[in-house]
Each structure stands twice: as structure tokens, then as C-alpha cells.
């Protein structure tokens, strides 16, 4: 996946003459690059500026003036008493979510790979998808009529069998559990889509030689699919790895109360109450330049461990 | 081939734990379904558990259609999936396909060029300064340009672009054609796979937006499907007392209006998948 | 070849941004105060109002009849009352011609940003809105001797304790007058099984729980607190001409004790912390909840009796008859000084467009009129209310207006309103508003000091008090907690804020 630098041919005209010749090539990147400098580096200037202004709307962002130190409004984020649990819950959140949910996709495509009924796949697999497009109130609510303490399906069994019930929703460490969960539950089945398109891109003649030297299932699948698949594997893990700190906002923001902040409440929320309930918009500016170059040196150090491996980004 | 015994078990045995899966996945959906077409008080009368209605009514779903602006919105929706997705899948495949090509000149700063905002985002404030500038504020472009390239499906894009066969584009470049045609003749054709996966990604994320309609649209009947449907479940814990707190099952019709169609598109893609494969069979 | 490619990618894109100016020059454009708004004076002037808390269908007829009336174009946008998108929108230094600030803590931050339009020199061509609000109200838009808002006539109390009576009745008891009454009724609900389903799963005591500003103060604890004579844990109470936090009197942690009482003996809905409107009036229909604080808005409205008596029609659900009484006050509500709305405001930026702002000015004052009022509080006559000696009586077409109070710009004469919209329940309503007995809080008028994060205190605040009541923490730890808010949280520094602002604003001599 490297993009190999094209030689340096030797003096400036055979250098322009291989530009004529990808003058095609410059084409088709144009208007992608142009997105990419209008609606994507040109926020990243705006944003790294209204993180150290004070900024005010009438002023605008190059009429505010640079707030007094600097770093105001990163000092506000540090300072708060939140700040180390928020780091905490964020990082432990979105990991766990990682490490479980890449394995599962993994498998789970896998798993569809090997289903010889062609039926049955499509139905599982349409199944497996299908709650990817649920939005997170309503996950919300069905976890609320599976788990409730009062009126839950699963307590209900519970009380049954040992009279007492399990405060799945309330208690700060279940609730982590049933975020991660859920999350997995949502998940898994569309991100196996993108490694059942890998698989998919298997020479099938790998397959008929191993089936010829007698491997098992077992041995097929670790000699041939997953290595096979092994870079997209690699690449969704170094992303993963660089979006760290999002741990899920649109979910935790709908699901969470004030009795679990402790484990669930993560950087955006906090940012989301602070910083746009209460008209601070350097603030959230700032702690999302904070998350940008964590989320950076994070991928560029995952990378270069990739790199040992035989993978990168670039 | 022989069937062996221990083939017929592993068979079985992945069959089982899909089956297994597939029924994890289903019941909550299930869950949902059933809720909508229930009564209100037969919902209530059975303690809000309902896996398979006794009682059938359609009651919720009219009753969601009432909901300001729904037909509007939900016009809107297909309108910017539709469109915004063709419009995705056009630039991202240029942009891969010459990204994907290794002796691109300045390729490397390029591919980094585009790496880096998947790293860096600039944030809600500085991207809506940027989409007013541009003069998108209230229209459904707004939806569109942008989100016009994911710097994460491009990458996905030029990976698939990269593993082609070299060979088919020399052939082709030997025969005279030009770099245009190449792609568009030779190299899409074999690139269904890829181009259903992406457009399934792009697709699914129009459809589900909701925080740039609300941000960057403020007239109500220019909207999406999604904030409809929020509004209506947001109402759940409102305290004013005009405000008509939607009962649970009206709450599920919304949620599977809202759904379902997207849901639909995928089987008709599937076959995508398994085209790809078999055209690498004849290729090889 | 390549020129017809390139032609194609071209018109591709001039097709597309096409798109754009198309939507958005069809639609009516939102936001611009255009300068000119045509030479002819018989033309009307367009006029954005943004921020509105409900999203207006396009069935509407009070905003039709509001444009024909004042010659006016009306834009509406609506934003669910979200602050975060005025936020967003402002940013962008596109500034709508009026919003609407939610809190008076942002309406500070905007007039030192120089957003909003001082009034003082045009309240002259807004006297019916001058008249309308008390002094008070008014200070609280003043900022340095400028009114920088239009307040909002303030509701009355909708917020009371309701028990269900049927089942006081099947259990032979009488209305609880202390908490130990009531935990004898709270028992007696739990273990009775009264729903007769076979199962012990009755909670007695439910509702929601949030800060006051979330809950409108009716969340499931405020008897516990009313009772004791203090208000929700994060507000800010006067006593003895000091503001002071609510959670820091001493007689609030006797409230927390109390509701650890009940918690002990396994009477309270454990989920308190994340029930929403929809499954509290649930649990009540489902014979789960026999005890739950709320409001006649809450339980009372027709459809909510509908759904409460739906699965058992001989549930009865109302008032306390009487108010549950300690040494230190009466169970009653709990309400804000402020009331619970938001103010509109103007954009500075109008004195450029003389015409629109005479506009602006001319239809807050005719929203101010008593005609207006029955408009936008009632609907259309005829259609919606007709007037029978001289009372408003409803039409059954009036139930449709359930997005009225979103464009009650200045709010409404409340109990007229309520009784004649809610007409089944006017008894309560009359009740809630008048005979329940109201503690007031202040801290939503009290704008944030520098470098303080009061969400960061709330936040605190609910969480510790959510563990302490579940007995997640330990009352022993009661004293720690009320020094970690003074030492890491800078509570004083609030305190003294919220001091400064209530004497200012006279509530404090």
C-alpha cells in the first residue's frame, strides 16, 4: 500500500513530461482536493485560531482578541475537576469497544465466509446489519424493556428464580457493560461487511490449492482468509487507534444519567454541557484540538508499530 | 467431493452459531415491530412486553405521519441519499483511483495529504463557519458538499484500487486508451464490489444524519427524517404542558418509518459481493 | 476523449452547485436582513424569528393570521430550544433579526459580545410591552442601565405530590400527613400486590429526577425537599437575606436522610435516575408506582387519565389531599423566580434596517395586546374557541394547537389558558396554582463568574446526591461532600455571584 515516489528522472523536462503524461490522473484529483482544502483544512486553521482567542461572534475569528494566556481555554478543560475521570472513562470506553468489536466483526465474517447455504448467509447477515440503523434513542429504549429494574423482560426472569433483581441500568459498572454491549450489538454485523468484501476479494484458486494439500477448515482459515485479509484488518485497527478519544457521543449523550456519570460520562459530553449549553465556544474548539493531536501522535505511533508488521497507512 | 462427517459437523456447527447470532440480532427488531402495530392500552396491559401482537393496528404509524413536516422530510431524506451518495461515489472513486496508482507523481505527499484530516477535524464551530461561507447554510447542498469524501472510505477505495490486477490496466494502456476511459470501461466493471460497499456506507450515513440538518438547516420543511423522529422522542421528557408525550408505540412506528427503507437497499447489493467473486474466478 | 471526460466532470459539477443555489433561493432564505425591502410600503417586511422550542406545522393558522394582520412575512425556525444551535449560528456572525436566549447567563455573554439590540430608546414604540412585565422581570434584563431582552410572563405552579387514591381506599388508609404516614402507605402499596398480577414488583414511589431547570421542578424528590423547606439540591435559595445552595443547608441533608428511609425499605423506583415522561405515567398505569410527584400536567391531561385507567379503570390518581408536614415546612413545590422560559431578543444590527426593526418593534407590541393574546393563546374564533358570556370556551379543534406554547412569544395569561385548554382537569390545575404552597429558587438568574464551571457544579451535585440516596455513599461522607464543592469546585466564588446579582436585582436587601 505504499505509494511509491516516482523516480527522479534526470533534468526538469523529463520531470515535466511525466506531469503531461498523469495529467489525467491530476484531473481526477481535483475536485476531491478541492473539498479536502475548502470543507476539511480550512476548519482545521479556523479551529487551531478560535482555540486561543476569546472569540466573540461580532468580532468574528480574526477581529477576537487572543485570550490572556493563550491557553485559557485549554486550562479550563485540564483544571476541571472532571478532567482525569472524563480521560479515564473516554480512553476505557472506546478501547474496550475496539478490542472486543474488531475480533467479533472478524469472526462474524469469517463465519458468513464459511456458510455454504446461501440463504442462510443472506438472512444472517441481513439480520446482523439491520440494527446498525437503528438510531440510539431506540436501542435505548429496547435496552430499557430488556434491562429495567421494574419492568425488564430479563429481571422479570430474574425475580422468578431468585426474588431479587439486578440493577443493570442504574448501577455506574453494569451500565458500562450495557454501553459497550449495545454498542458491539449495533456494530459488529456492519463492520463485517467491509471484511466479507475482503474475503470476498480472495483468489478462489488459494482456496481450491488448500483444499487440494488437504487442509482443514481450521488451517484454511488461518493460513489463507486471514492473512489474506490481515491489511484491512491492520488499517481499521490504526484508525480505530486514532479515534480514541471518540468514545461514542451520540450514544452515551442519549443513554446516560446523572447516577453513572462516573464511568460513562466521556470528554464530549462534558464539552457538550460546558461549552455549548454555556456559550463557550473557544472552549469546545480547544478540547477538540486537544483530541485532534492526541488522536495524531496516536495514529502515527500505532503506525510505525504497523510498519514492523509489514502494514502502514503510507 | 466427498462429505465427510467431520465436514457435515463444522458445516452444522457454523450454521448453529449464525443462527444463534441471527436471532440476537432479530428479537430486539422484532421487539420493535411488534410494539408499533399494538394498541397503546393492549401494550400497557400486557406490561409493556411484547414480542408477537395479539392485537394488530396502524394506528401509530397514521399517527406518526401527522407529525410536522414527515412526508416533507422524509422526502428530503431519499432526495440527499440518493443524490449525495452518486455524488460520493464519483469523486471518491476518481480520487482513489489516482491515489491507488504507485508511480503518481508527488503520490506520497498526496496520500498523506489526505490522511491527515481523518487525524485532525476542525471541529463543529470552525465547519459551520466554513458552510455558511460557502453559502450552503439552508439547503440540502449543505448535506452534501460538506461530506463529499470520507478520508476514511477513500482510503478503503484506494486499498481496492491498489490490489487490481496491474496487468488489466497495462493491457489496456498498451491498446492506446486514454486514462479516462481506462477507468470508467475497464477498471469500474470490476470494482462492483468496492463501489456497493462504499456507496452501502455513504448511503447509510445520509440517511442517518441528523446533527448537520439541524445545524446547518433551520427551515423546518428542508429537514431530515431524522430529526423528525428525534423531536417526536425527545418530546418523552418534556415538561410543558401543550406537549402531547408520545406513548411507546408511536415511538416504534417512527422508528421503523425511519428505518426500513434503508434496510431494504442492502439485499438488492449483496450480489455485488458474491459478481466479485466469481469474476475473479474467470480472471485467473 | 479526454476533453469530453473533462466535460463531463465539469458539467458534473456546475450541475451540482447548481443544487445548491437552487434550494436555497427557492426556500424562503432565513437570516438575512436584506437591506431594501422593496420601495412600495404595502409590501410586507420579512421578519426571522429563530430559536422557537417547537417545530411549527405547516397547518398553522395563528401565524398566517398573525402575518395578515400586521402585513408582516414571518419566518420561523425552530430549533427545539436548543442553545447549542444559536450558539453555532451566532458563531458564524450571522445574526438572526430575533431569537430566543434560554438562559439569561447567555444573554449576558451576548451583550458583551455587542449581539443584541439595547431597547431602552425604543420602549416607547413598544408601550403595551413595557406595561406588561413587573420591574423585577425587567432588571433581569438590564445589563449596565440597558434592556437587552423582552421577558416572558411566568407560569404558575403546575407541580404537586399525586398518590393514587383507589388504592389508599383498598387499603383502608387515610391520607398521609408526615413521612412516617407515608411510609406506611408506601409499604403497604409494595407489599400488597395491589395491580393483582401475582408479582411483588410495585414500587410505590416514582417520577423523574434532573436539575430543576430540566425537570420544571417537578422531579420525583421535591416533596422530600418542599417538606424540609428547601428546594432542588443544585438551586440557589434565599435565607435570612444570604443566597445560599440549596444542598448545603442543614436541612437538606435531613431530606436526603429521610428519602434514604424510604430507599432502606425498598419503597422507591430505582430507576428514578433514568425514567422519562412516557414510562413514569407507565408504571402508574401498569400498577408499578402508587406515589409519584409530578404536576396536573403530568398525570391529569386527558389522554394521560386515558392511559392511566386503561389497563385498570378504576385507578384514581390525584393531588395529595393533604401536605406532608415536618418541623421545617410543608411538602408543596418548588418553582423558579424566573420561571422556566426563555426571553427574545433583538439584533443590534437593525438599527441599519429602520424598517424592519419598526416592524420588529410594532409586532412585540401587538403580541402584547389582549387580542393577540387570545390569537396565539387560543386560535382562531370560530374555529378553534368560541366565547360564550364572556368565558373562552374550547372547540374540539383546539387540541391541535399542541405547538401553541411554543408561539406564546411573551407568554400567556396561565391559569385562564390551562383551565380553558385543559378543561378536564381545571380543578387540579386550579389547585396546583393556588393552593399548593411554593418555595421560590433564584440560581437560573445568575450569570456565570469567570473561570467558574457551573454546569461542572450541577453536574456534581446530582451525581453525589443520586449516590447518597441510593446509599451508593455513605451519609457518614455527607460533611466530605459539601467541602469537596467549597474547595474544588469553588463554590463560595458561585455563592458570592449569585449574592451580587440577587442584590442587584432587589430579590435581596
Redesign the interface.
Known sequence: MQAVIAKKSVGKKAVWKQLKNQK?FF?MLL?GVIFYLIYLYLPIFTAILVSIED????K?IFGSAIASPWFKNFQ?FFK???FWPLLRNTLLISMLKMLLGIPLAVALAILLNECRSRKLKRVVQTLTYMPHFLSWVVIYGMC?VLF????GLIN?WI?TLTGSSV?F??NPDSFRNLVIGSDLWKTTGWSAIIYLAAISGIDPQLYEAAYMDGATHFQTIRHITLPCITNVIVLTLILRCGSVLNAGFDQIYVMY??????TV?IIDTWV???G????N?SLSSAVGLFKSVISFFMIVTVNQIAKHWGESLW | MVKSKSDRLYRFTVAAILVLIGLVCFFPMLYVVSVSLTP??EY??Q??IVLFPRKITLEAYAQFWKE??VSDCFGNTVFITV?GTA?NI?VTVLMAYALSKKDLMFGRFFTVFCLIPLLITGG??PT??IV?NT????????L??PTLVSPYILLITRSFFSSIDAGLYESARIDGA????IL?AIIMPVSLPIIATIGLMYGVGHWNEYFAS??YI?????RTLQVVLR?ML?R?????????????TL?MAGVVISAVPIIMVYPFLQKHFTQGIMLGAIKG | ??KR??AL?VS??VF??M??A???SS?????SSSGSEGTSSSDPVSITL?GL?V?????DPIIPELEKRLNLEIN?????G????L?????????PDVFRVT?L??LS??YK???LLDLTDYMDKMPNVKEMFTKQQWARVTFDNGIYGIPRRM?GN?GCWYIRYDWLDTLGLSDPETFDDLLDVAIAMNQADLDG?G?N?T?AISG???TSA???G?GALEGFWTAYGVTGPETIMIKDNQAVVACTLPEFRLAVEEIRRFVDAGVV???I??N????V???M??G?AGICYGGW??YS?A??VE?LT??DPNAQWGPMRKNIKTAYGEAGASNSASG?DAVYAINADLTDDPEKLDAVLELFNYIATDECDMLLSFGIEGEHYKVENDTVVKLDKMDE?????GIQFLGRQDLLY?MT??ANCADYIEHCANDVPILYHYEQMVE?PE?I????IN??I??QI??FI?GTRSMNDWDAFINTLYD??SLQTYIDAAQETLTKLGYID
Do not use: H
Open positions: 489525467a484531473l475536485p472569540y466573540s461572534v461580532k468574528g479550563f476541571s475537576p472532571y430499557f429495567s429494574e421494574t419492568n422479570d425475580r440493577p441500568l442504574t444519567n446523572e447516577g453513572v456519570y462516573s460520562d457538550f454541557r460546558t455549548f449549553e454555556n456559550f465556544l | 397503546y392500552d400497557l396491559r406490561g409493556g410536522p413536516y443524490a455524488a464519483f463543529l464551530v459551520y463557519l455558511k453559502g450552503l447554510i439552508n439547503s440540502l447542498a449543505a452534501i458538499f486514454g486514462e479516462f476511459r470508467f439541524l445545524m433551520s427551515e423546518s420543511s428542508l423531536e425527545n418523552a421528557s418534556q415538561m410543558e404542558a401543550d406537549v402531547v408525550v408520545p406513548t411507546r415511538q | 476523449m479526454k471526460i473533462a466532470i458534473a459539477l451540482l452547485s443544487l445548491s437552487c434550494s436555497s426556500g424562503i432564505v432565513s437570516g429563530f422550542p417545530t411549527v406545522p405547516d397547518t420561523i425556525e425552530s430549533t427545539g436548543d442553545e447549542s444551535l450558539v453555532a449560528r451566532l458563531a458564524g456572525g450571522d445574526i438562559t447567563s447567555n455573554g451576548y459580545d455587542g449581539v407560569e403546575y398480577n408479582k414488583d414500587y423523574q429526577y434532573g430540566k425537570t420544571y417537578r423506583d430505582p430507576e435516575l433514568s422519562t415522561g412516557d414510562t405515567v407507565e408504571k398505569a401498569t408499578k400536567a403530568n391531561k389522554e394521560q392511559t386503561s389497563v422556566n394547537l399542541t405547538y401553541g406554547w390551562c385548554k385543559f456565570q473561570g464551571n457551573v454546569s461542572d453536574s456534581y446530582m451525581e443520586a449516590q441510593y474544588s469546585y
